[in-house]
């Protein structure tokens, strides 16, 4: 086992072992398990390039995803899934954040 894994997994039991001691409250909402990266893009009309451009992935990070041999974890589903459900509100927010400057 990579190191790696094992501190995702030792970071899960402590995070149950504090939701078990009433230390921490559980999530309060559901993050599928697998998420369609290439479902989401495809729907969105949008290449490999272009969707990591627009919503901040490396697109190394993309085919990674679509080909299986990673997938997202945590925040990162979080995040596809409001890409998934609110595309343009997802755009409007990083535009008005400023996190990245629009093309003159």
Known sequence: ????????????????IAIA???RQAAK???????SVKAIRQRLKLSQE????????????IKDWEQGRTRPLGALRLY???????????LKMIREAGV?????
């Open 1 to 16: 086992m990579s190191k790696r894994a094992f501190d995702k997994i030792a970071e899960g039991l402590q995070e149950s």
């Open 21 to 23: 001691r009433g230390e």
């Open 29 to 35: 909402f559901h993050i599928p398990a697998e998420i």
């Open 50 to 61: 272009d969707f990591a451009y627009e919503y901040g992935f490396s697109v190394n990070q």
């Open 80 to 90: 596809l899934l409001m890409i998934s459900h609110d595309p343009d509100g997802v």
């Open 100 to 104: 990245r400057e629009e093309a003159a």
